[in-house]
């Protein structure tokens, strides 16, 4: 047994995979075993006819054609069985013991009887026999268990050796026989470990390249669903470019309204040696705008910072550019005080204010300015801005710069509001006066991230305001973009207005 433990593998019969391959294996078998009955039967009713050649007629009563009808039943039974996939493993024990018995039975009455009726003697008719058993017995190989073939090998041994017995030649020809039996034994059990491992090795691969194809599937499928969704999202991104082209073409537009709408250059500059307008927004749009009216001999200007920027900036403008144009062109009021209180009124008024606790506080900053060059005198009001002042000086060569500070109340409802204050002073020719939002001083920037401030604001306006307007501007311009640096982003809206009379 240690043998056949070593050679013949333990392969459980329930392995679906090699169950299947068994169940055909038998049905074809059993196609074989139904004819080779068939002919012993047709050669039985042959020698019964003929009176020659009759090795089943050797003893009374024992017929091939008897034998075949008989084992019929039982092969149409396996023939379904196997035919419709309803094998099971006892099936196998019961085809190796009817193969097998069905010879024994074939030889027994020959080597039983005194005249065997046959050419040959019944030493000789055993040999055959025992080659006929180890044939059977190594088709054993094809169920593929070691258990078949072990009692294929148990069950032929015995048959093999009764024979052997019964004719007293067991010591010599009988013990050669079974050690023959014994290594076809061996050699089918080698055979079925060479074809269970070429049979699972098979089906491991069957079974990998299954679970590859099932893996290039989902990859598939998982690709068609990334390629859905990528159309989609380029079919979304395409919508959102278009979306996006036509908003930007809308504040494209917008700014070209906007910038139409606060220039007023041809208002200023007949009536001042120069001037500059910084006016850099944050977006297309901006919250500040700079306003200017001709009035009586006065030039009245205005720098505003209206509450937001963009969009919602720009409508504040439109409210406050049309309110002063009201005001001052056809109310008639001049004076920048009187300007900011109607101003005020008329916002709070348009936006519904009245104060209530979760109420917006939208409105504007203002600097406002009015200009007598009749009489050379300048009025200033302002709304949380100031106004900076730089007197030119004939017989002096330091320059100091004033700041002129507006009311801390802005131009909508506030908690504590009471009538804009009202400054005065004369200016001479050369006088400038510079009028701003606090976008700049309150830009983030620099070596170190911080405001730009006003300190810093009115030192550059000082120290180059004895440049042209023109130079002056292209100053506040590239210092700016030198604070930003392509590194910080601009917070808000900015502009800056300055005159020399």
Same mark, same amino acid.
């Given at each position: 047994?240690?043998?056949?433990?070593?050679?013949?593998?333990?392969?459980?019969?329930?392995?679906?995979?090699?169950q299947?391959?068994?169940?055909?294996?038998e049905?074809?078998?059993?196609?074989?075993r139904f004819?080779?009955?068939?002919?012993i039967?047709?050669?039985d009713?042959i020698?019964? *006819?003929?009176g020659?050649?009759a090795p %089943?007629?050797?003893?009374?009563?024992?017929? &091939?054609l008897? +034998?075949? =009808?008989l /084992? $019929?039943?039982?092969?149409?039974?396996?023939?379904?069985k196997?035919?419709?996939h309803?094998?099971?493993?006892?099936?196998?024990?019961?085809?190796v013991?009817l193969d097998l018995?069905i010879v024994f039975?074939i030889?027994?009455?020959?080597v039983?009887?005194?005249?065997?009726?046959?050419p040959?003697?019944?030493?000789?008719?055993?040999l055959?026999v025992?080659?006929?058993?180890? *044939?059977?017995?190594?088709?054993?190989? %094809?169920?593929l268990?070691r258990?078949?073939? &072990?009692?294929s +090998?148990i =069950?032929? /041994? $015995?048959?093999?050796?009764?024979l052997y017995?019964?004719?007293?030649?067991?010591?010599?020809?009988?013990?050669?026989?079974?050690?023959?039996l014994?290594?076809?034994?061996?050699?089918?059990g080698?055979i079925?470990?060479?074809?269970?491992e070429?049979?699972?090795?098979?089906?491991?691969?069957?079974e990998?390249y299954?679970?590859?194809?099932?893996?290039?599937?989902k990859?598939q499928?998982?690709?068609?669903?990334?390629?859905?969704?990528s159309?989609q999202?380029e079919?979304?991104?395409g919508?959102?470019?278009?979306?996006?082209k036509?908003?930007m073409?809308?504040l494209?537009y917008?700014?070209?309204?906007?910038?139409?709408?606060?220039?007023?250059d041809?208002i200023i500059?007949?009536?001042v040696?120069?001037?500059f307008v910084?006016?850099?927004?944050k977006?297309?749009?901006?919250?500040d705008?700079?306003?200017?009216s001709?009035?009586?001999?006065?030039l009245i200007?205005a720098?505003?910072?209206c509450?937001g920027?963009?969009?919602?900036?720009?409508?504040?403008t439109?409210?406050?550019?049309s309110?002063l144009?009201?005001i001052v062109?056809?109310e008639?009021?001049?004076?920048?005080?009187?300007?900011?209180?109607?101003?005020r009124d008329s916002?709070?008024?348009a936006?519904n204010q009245?104060g209530?606790?979760?109420?917006?506080r939208?409105g504007m900053?203002?600097?406002?300015?009015?200009?007598?060059?009749?009489?050379?005198?300048i009025k200033?009001?302002?709304a949380?801005?100031?106004?900076?002042y730089?007197?030119?000086l004939?017989?002096?060569?330091?320059?100091?710069?004033y700041e002129?500070?507006?009311?801390?109340?802005?131009?909508?409802?506030?908690y504590?509001?009471?009538?804009?204050?009202?400054?005065e002073?004369?200016?001479t020719?050369?006088?400038?006066?510079?009028?701003?939002?606090?976008?700049?001083?309150?830009?983030f920037?620099?070596p170190?991230?911080?405001?730009?401030?006003?300190?810093?604001?009115?030192r550059?306006?000082?120290?180059?305001?004895?440049?042209?307007?023109?130079?002056q501007?292209?100053?506040?311009?590239n210092?700016?973009?030198?604070?930003?640096?392509?590194?910080?982003q601009?917070i808000?809206?900015?502009?800056?207005l300055?005159?020399?009379?």
């Open positions: 047994m240690t043998i056949l433990h070593k050679y013949i593998p333990n392969k459980n019969n329930t392995d679906e995979g090699f299947e391959k068994e169940m055909r294996v049905h074809i078998i059993n196609k074989v004819f080779a009955l068939l002919a039967a047709l050669l009713i020698s019964g *006819i003929t020659q050649i %089943l007629n050797s003893i009374e009563g024992y017929k &091939g008897s +034998a075949f =009808i /084992l $019929l039943p039982l092969i149409i039974f396996l023939d379904r196997t035919k419709t309803q094998y099971r493993g006892w099936i196998k024990y019961l085809t013991s018995f039975l030889a027994l009455p020959v039983l009887s005194e005249k065997s009726g046959i040959i003697n019944k030493l000789e008719f055993t055959i025992s080659f006929f058993f180890a *044939i059977i017995h190594s088709l054993s190989v %094809l169920r268990s258990a078949i073939i &072990g009692y +090998a =069950i032929t /041994l $015995l048959l093999n050796t009764f017995i019964v004719q007293g030649e067991l010591i010599l020809v009988g013990l050669f026989t079974s050690l023959f014994i290594f076809i034994t061996i050699f089918n080698w079925t470990n060479f074809i269970l070429y049979f699972t090795t098979n089906r491991k691969l069957s990998a299954e679970d590859l194809q099932k893996a290039h599937q990859i499928q998982k690709n068609e669903e990334i390629t859905t969704k159309e999202i079919s979304q991104v919508s959102l470019e278009d979306v996006h036509d908003l073409d809308s494209v917008a700014q070209k309204i906007q910038e139409a709408l606060i220039n007023h041809d500059q007949p009536h040696a120069n001037h910084v006016f850099r927004p977006e297309h749009v901006s919250g705008f700079y306003w200017a001709w009035k009586d001999d006065k200007l720098v505003a910072d509450t920027h963009g969009v919602p900036g720009a409508f504040m439109m409210l406050g550019t309110f144009n009201e062109n056809k008639n009021v001049t004076e920048p005080d009187k300007i900011l209180n109607c101003l916002i709070i008024k936006l009245k209530k606790m979760y109420e917006t939208d900053d203002m600097a406002l300015i009015q200009l007598d060059m009749k009489n050379q005198k200033f009001s302002g949380n801005n100031s106004l900076c730089i007197p030119h004939n017989h002096r060569n330091e320059s100091n710069i002129f500070k507006g009311d801390r109340m802005p131009i909508s409802f506030h504590k509001m009471y009538p804009f204050s009202l400054l002073s004369t200016f020719k050369g006088d400038q006066f510079y009028l701003y939002t606090d976008g700049y001083i309150d830009q920037g620099g170190k991230g911080k405001k730009f401030k006003l300190v810093p604001f009115k550059m306006l000082l120290q180059n305001h004895k440049k042209n307007m023109e130079e501007k292209k100053i506040l311009q210092t700016m973009e030198d604070w930003l640096r392509d590194k910080y601009q808000d809206d900015i502009t800056i300055g005159i020399q009379v």
